[in-house]
């Protein structure tokens, strides 16, 4: 069998070059794709930046600290608490005690992002004077980096300051020193402290208060600005590797098993001529069997080799575009090789198993009665099969619906559900393909019959060259049409609860002092409405700690500002001793009592003055700001008095912000500014997973088209001698392939809508708005580059197949 089989393989080399490059190309994907997420586990040890030259830094209270039945429940709080007066004064008794303040900073002509710091803070970050000295006056700073000199005047959004030096640049931020006193007007919370005395006697200072840490050696970039960046990066990178993987695993697994089937399926003529000459049914399947894992073990390895080239270029894109961090580079990791090797080897086996049991089941002159037509393309375990995973993604979604519909605007179910439908979709596409090929090959004449007549009687090649068409148009359909309704559904939710007719937000990440406050309610004919962004804390079932991000607002200025969705209660209702939840708390009933932290870690007992609906998520919580100790507003949404003229107000808004640095903005224009469109780190995720899953895709297409087309030279040379001119035969080979990619776009489009009546189900139970929005353009594009694709390789291998003598292609001698 194994000679046998190396002679087929030299004689159909065609075939199996197609089957070569598909599984070759797919193990790339896959072995890209586990590099990729191997490395994405780890992060490199990270140096203290800003205290790297500090003894010790006393960190005020940062985390909440649950008991529970199963063990200690924590949360990073909101707002940390500031270390005790009481310690503070035994830290002085034990050295210098120096107050660290970090604050936000604008400045015209720097760096988007300026961070305040006090002056004698930069000596623990190792910063020296390249120039000039170290700041005296309130209105004097110095910089770090070269976008300005000493001497220079800036503007900034705390006034206007003379730089009097400058420091090197570290790298970690751009910084802005005052001295410490102004810091301390910019800035009045202190969370933590840098303390010039021996670590054990800072301990030992510590020990009775309650939260508070002592950060010593590699453990002084806790006090850094975002100290778990690296985490939530990796958590970022293993979510978006592993979306990508999964997905890429999914087209390449599909691809692949649907090229070999149908690969062995082609060669029906000859399994029925060695039938006839008295091969057994065992002897044809070890035959097949031994040609798949040639070319299994071949491709795999070629794949492996294309997969640890191609990784290093993915690792530099999202670095690029800043999906993943400076530091992330493709690691030494060697299981991702295995696990792609032997998924190939596997799939390219088991995708030739049901073909050529088949096969080996079929007689001597069946087989070749049905070498030239298809018929019973459906076969018992191919209705099974198809019937099964429809049924399952039926009965999931049903399930989900009636249960937990918000599960369903999850990313990682609105990115596996599709592939349920998609393959039951192209299991069953035999049962569509003669009456979608009838209904769109309407062309008139002899060329539009025959296009009609061979697509609808070679159903299986229909079905197999369509297969790629329908991942392709389902996957860009079910994905980006998931995000666009979500989008829409969001953006309508968020036009829906204001009633504001502007809205004025703080300068980068920063809030508004109270004066600027003051100024803006004084404004004439403004009704003012200023909120901060905080968190409540709430344990769940006894043994969840569920964080829930949380506005503090006045219920009077809210209710003039605001139109919220409300289930039950009345927003007037809250108070100082009330919350508004929504109905994702365990707890949602109008006038419960529920325990909760507040984001400084303080407990309370709050009434439930309101429930919100669900929602597309974003319904958060509402406190009134004495739940919210620590919170600073970054936000104010203005809404008009009676007869107040718009544009007037606007003017005195512009006056009352402008000090503080802040933006008035029109209802419109905050909401096109935080449309969740603009988030570019989403958008880049999915055009990565999309992009290697379509273009995998697009090649298999190409490549099953080829081999489609080069099963025929028998049946063209045929056309030829019947008096089809060569023109008149690459035009009806032409006119198949868009026929078959327009099956496969109807197919796909189909599942896509199918996928997105379910979101559409939930945002309605979830009382959010519901309309779902297909990314026509996407699809249009994506349909028109597989009829380009898949014209193109049937007509080049036709082309060349007509040149030759149509006598010596129908293999008839003169």
């Known amino acids: 069998m194994l000679s046998l ?46 205290f790297a030259a500090a003894p010790a830094v006393v960190k005020g209270a940062d985390t909440l600290r649950v008991p529970t039945p199963n063990g200690e429940k924590t949360e990073e709080l909101a707002h940390p608490r500031p270390v005790p007066a009481a310690t503070v004064a035994k830290l ?14 604008r400045a015209e002509g720097g760096p988007g992002e300026l961070t305040g710091h006090p002056w004698s803070t930069a000596a623990f970050a190792r910063y020296a004077l390249d120039a000039g000295r170290a700041p005296r006056a309130d209105d004097e700073v110095v910089v770090s980096g070269d976008w300005t000199r000493p001497g220079a005047r800036v503007r900034t959004d705390h006034g206007t300051v003379r730089v009097v030096g400058t420091v090197a640049d ?89 090229t070999f089937a149908f690969a062995v399926d082609r060669r029906r003529r000859e399994f029925g001529l060695l039938r006839t000459a008295g091969a057994t049914p065992g002897q044809i399947r070890r035959m097949v069997a031994a040609e798949a894992l040639l070319v299994g073990v071949l491709a795999s390895a070629v794949g492996c080799a294309l997969g640890g080239y191609a990784a290093p270029s993915l690792a530099a894109w999202v670095v690029d575009v800043e999906l993943a961090p400076g530091w992330f580079t493709i690691g030494d990791a060697d299981w991702p090789y295995h696990v792609a090797f032997w998924t190939g080897l596997l799939v390219a ?68 559900r599709p592939m349920l439908l998609i393959t039951a979709a192209a299991l069953l596409a035999p049962l569509v393909v003669r009456p979608l090929t009838r209904l769109l090959a309407r062309l008139p004449g002899a060329i539009g019959m025959l296009v009609r007549e061979n697509a609808a009687a070679g159903v299986r090649r229909t079905a197999a060259v369509a297969a790629p068409v329908l991942v ?68 769940e079932e006894g043994v969840a700690l569920v964080r829930s991000e949380a506005r503090a607002v006045a219920p009077g200025a809210l209710a003039a500002t605001a139109r919220l969705p409300l289930a039950a209660g009345k927003v007037a209702d809250l108070d100082d001793g009330s919350i508004v939840v929504n109905e994702e708390w365990e707890r949602h009933t109008v006038g419960q009592r529920v325990r909760v932290w507040l984001g400084d870690g303080t407990e309370r007992t709050l009434r439930i003055a309101a429930v919100m609906t669900t929602g597309t998520g974003d319904n958060g919580v509402y406190v009134t700001p004495a739940n919210a100790p620590g919170a600073r507003a970054d936000r104010v949404d203005v809404a008009l008095a009676d007869g107040a003229d718009a544009r007037v107000v606007a003017a005195g808004l512009e006056r009352a912000a402008r000090p503080a640095g802040g933006r008035v903005l029109t209802t419109e224009q905050w909401l096109s500014a935080t449309d969740p469109e603009a988030e ?46 060569r023109w008149q035969v690459l035009r009806m080979v032409g006119a198949e392939s868009l026929t078959v990619v327009a099956v496969g776009a109807v197919l796909g489009l189909t599942v896509a809508t199918l996928n997105l009546a379910g979101m559409w189900g939930a945002l309605a139970l979830l009382s959010a708005p519901a309309t779902i929005a297909l990314p026509w353009s996407t699809l249009a594009a994506v349909t ?21 003598p149509a006598l010596e292609s129908a293999g008839v001698r003169e």
């Not at 490059?21 to 586990?34: F, I, K, N, P, R």
């Not at 899953?693 to 697009?698: D, E, N, P, R, S």
């Open 5 to 50: 089989a190396l002679r087929t393989l030299r004689a159909r080399w065609i075939t199996f070059a197609g089957s070569f490059t598909a599984l070759a190309l797919g193990v790339a994907l896959l072995t890209v794709m586990g590099l990729a997420l191997a490395s994405s586990l780890d992060a490199p040890a990270r140096e203290p930046e800003r």
């Open 92 to 105: 002085r008794r034990l050295g210098t005690v120096v107050e660290d303040r970090s604050y936000p900073v």
């Open 170 to 258: 570290r790298g970690f931020e751009h910084a802005v020193f005052h001295t410490d006193a102004r810091a301390a007007e910019l800035s009045p919370a202190v969370v933590q402290l840098v303390v010039d005395a021996d670590p054990e006697a800072v301990r030992e200072a510590v020990r009775s208060a309650e939260g508070v840490r002592v950060l010593t050696g590699d453990g002084l970039r806790y006090a850094d600005a975002d100290p778990g960046r690296d985490g939530e990066a990796l958590t970022a990178m293993n979510a978006l590797f592993g979306t990508a993987g999964g997905v890429s695993a999914f087209v390449s697994v599909f691809v692949v098993a649907s």
């Open 349 to 416: 086996l088991s995708g030739v198993v049901v073909a050529s049991w088949r096969a080996g089941r079929t007689g001597p002159v069946q087989a070749l009665r049905e070498a030239s037509a298809d018929s019973g393309a459906m076969t018992r375990g191919r209705w099974l099969c198809g019937a099964a995973l429809l049924l399952t993604a039926g009965v999931t979604l049903a399930v989900a619906l009636l249960g937990d519909p918000g599960d369903l605007l999850h990313r990682k179910t609105y990115v596996s």
């Open 472 to 539: 392709t148009v389902a996957l860009a359909g079910s994905l980006l049409g998931a995000t666009a309704t979500l989008d829409r559904a969001g953006a309508a939710e968020a036009r829906e609860r204001t009633t504001a007719a502007f809205v004025v937000t703080a300068a980068g990440d920063g809030a508004f002092d109270a004066r600027t406050l003051d100024r803006l309610r004084a404004v004439p004919g403004a009704r003012v409405s200023a909120s901060a962004p905080s968190a409540v804390y709430v344990l």
């Open 680 to 725: 570019s780190t989403t958008r880049y995720g999915l055009l990565l997973v999309l992009g290697i899953a379509l273009l995998y895709t697009g090649i298999s297409l190409a490549n099953t088209m080829v081999m489609a087309t080069s099963d025929r030279v028998r049946d063209l040379a045929v056309l030829r001698l019947a008096g089809a001119t």
């Open 784 to 804: 028109a580059a597989c009829a380009v694709l898949a014209t193109a390789s049937a007509v080049a291998p036709a082309a060349l197949a007509l040149r030759r």
